[in-house]
């Protein structure tokens, strides 16, 4: 029996309201009320990493939703507010994996 790699993305294949179909890999889930809001960067091949500007979406589901929908965000104080709130946690991620040991083998 094989094991689940732990460092394969999760991915989410997501259809819009035409119908076209995106994969996207999540980055991070933040929880706040009665909501949770995933950031999600889409999955691209090598040829479409160098065309396209670095973004990630924010999508949220009602937890108190039985159909687990995610749904994007109209209300932009509210998209900027969670913008920030993703990245300010994903370079507090960054910061976390950093060596700070000089006296170490690792590259700085």
Same mark, same amino acid.
């Given at each position: 029996?094989?094991? *689940?790699?732990?460092?394969? =993305?999760?991915?989410?294949?997501?259809? +819009?309201?035409?119908?076209? /179909?995106?994969?996207?890999? *999540? @980055?991070? @889930?933040?929880?706040?009320?009665?909501?949770?809001?995933?950031?999600?960067? =889409?999955?691209?091949?090598? +040829?479409?990493?160098?065309? /396209?500007?670095?973004?990630? @979406?924010?999508?949220?589901? $009602?937890?108190?939703? =039985? $159909?687990?929908?995610?749904?994007?965000? +109209?209300?932009? /104080?509210?998209?900027?507010?969670?913008?920030?709130?993703?990245?300010?946690? *994903?370079?507090?991620?960054? +910061?976390? *994996?950093?060596?700070?040991?000089?006296?170490?083998?690792?590259?700085?």
């Amino acid at each position: 029996m094989s094991e *689940l790699n732990e460092f394969t =993305p999760d991915l989410f294949t997501l259809e +819009d309201e035409e119908g076209n /179909e995106q994969t996207f890999e *999540l @980055v991070d @889930v933040y929880k706040e009320d009665d909501f949770t809001y995933f950031a999600l960067i =889409p999955q691209q091949t090598g +040829d479409e990493a160098s065309e /396209e500007e670095d973004y990630f @979406v924010i999508l949220k589901r $009602d937890n108190n939703d =039985p $159909d687990e929908y995610l749904d994007s965000i +109209d209300d932009e /104080e509210e998209l900027d507010r969670l913008a920030e709130i993703f990245l300010s946690r *994903l370079f507090e991620e960054d +910061d976390e *994996l950093e060596c700070h040991d000089t006296s170490c083998d690792c590259c700085h």
